[in-house]
């Protein structure tokens, strides 16, 4: 075996196990820093965000899509290719039950992939 299949070998096992977590969306427990669960008596310990934080939140998460896109406006193709495998490998599968949040985190990086292609021929002003 070659050092480059080598590579590509190891850079597919650590892509499928990078979003192995897809698999199991919304279905983990969560945990603290120790690994411990963070639920008690039913209840979550990690407490409500108040408004305030949800708006900054929503904030944050537009500022990072519009930086994925003007990223992935600059990638090379392979790269392009790689995002929309990486969408259709955490899409519902043959055997495996979809997840609604999964099924549109996938739908959403595709979209991210569509409107960075809009900005690809763009000349910064």
């Known amino acids: ?19 192995s977590r897809w698999d199991n969306e919304g279905g983990a ?12 008596d039913g209840q979550s310990e990690v407490p409500q965000l108040t408004n305030a934080e949800l708006v900054q939140l929503r904030i944050r998460v537009i500022a990072l899509e519009n930086v994925v896109i003007a990223l992935l406006a600059q990638a090379p193709d392979r790269q392009l290719a790689l995002a929309r495998d990486m969408a259709a490998y955490i899409s519902p599968r043959p055997g495996f039950t979809p997840h609604p949040l999964t099924v549109h985190a996938a739908a959403e990086m595709l979209h991210l992939v569509e409107r960075a292609l809009h900005f690809r021929d763009v000349v910064p002003s």
């Open 1 to 19: 075996m070659t050092q480059r299949s080598r590579d590509a070998l190891e850079s597919a096992h650590l892509r499928l196990r990078a979003l």
């Open 29 to 40: 427990i969560p945990r603290d820093i120790h690994g411990g669960s963070m639920i008690v």
